[in-house]
């Protein structure tokens, strides 16, 4: 079964904090990928990153970073110097490497970021 | 960007009418998803299509019924709505073959059903 799990539910900082929001998936497929969605309050998904199980290289992208560790089954995100634009909620997804191309999506964490 | 649209983005209605969340995508992609969030909670697939004419449920049992008459367009009907069915829909698509990871979503419609 795939399953993805976010253990933090809400999540608040002040303004420049460093903050790391937790994902956990569990798969038995080889091939599959994870995702970090954004979800503002108007309600879109805001797609964030993507990575392939082949690829555990850590990624930076601005004040955004992923720490990838199959070993444990996390796909974590760190924001650091966090801004009250990054309020929103967060959803850690997985895809499966089938035809089907569904996503599998945790509860999703809510960061609030306080000025 | 991604092009693909859904309406109404609000909607409130009262309980026994029957209302059409209306989703469209201008990309020509063939797969397209229907996902349901209920607040606070993670967002479960409701129905999909591979193509025109190809519907299948997803992981949620849901009351709504899809159709898939046209490639860009994938509606969602449900025929008496109940405070049940207060939610988020979002609908999403994807680029076809091996790329199908990349989904596309729309901004979403919020029913409140009173």
């Known amino acids: 079964a795939q399953k993805v799990t976010q253990a933090q539910t809400e999540i608040s900082v002040v303004e420049k904090e460093d903050v790391t929001l937790d994902c956990v998936y569990e798969t038995r497929d080889t091939t599959y990928y994870l995702f970090w969605y954004k979800q503002p309050p108007s309600g879109e998904l805001v797609f964030l990153i993507r990575r392939n199980s082949f690829d555990e290289q850590n990624e930076i992208s601005g004040r955004y970073s992923w720490n990838f560790q199959k070993s444990t089954s996390s796909f974590n995100f760190t924001i650091t110097a966090s801004q009250v634009v990054d309020s929103a909620v967060y959803f850690c997804?997985?895809?499966?490497?089938?035809?089907?191309?569904?996503?599998?999506f945790g509860r999703g964490t809510q960061l609030t970021v306080w000025p | 960007e991604a092009d693909i649209y859904q309406t109404p983005r609000y909607l409130v209605i009262g309980t026994g009418k029957k209302i059409t969340l209306e989703c469209s995508q201008t990309m020509g992609h063939d797969k397209m998803y229907w996902y349901q969030q209920d607040p606070g909670m993670e967002l479960h697939l409701i129905h999909y299509s591979y193509g025109v004419n190809s519907t299948e449920k997803g992981d949620l049992s849901s009351e709504s019924t899809v159709s898939r008459i046209r490639t860009e367009h994938f509606p969602l009907t449900l025929e008496s709505a109940r405070p049940s069915h207060t939610s988020q829909y979002l609908c999403a698509s994807s680029v076809p073959g091996g790329r199908a990871f990349e989904q596309y979503f729309g901004p979403g419609t919020r029913l409140t059903v009173t």
């Open positions: 997804a997985l895809y499966r490497g089938s035809t089907l191309g569904r996503l599998y």
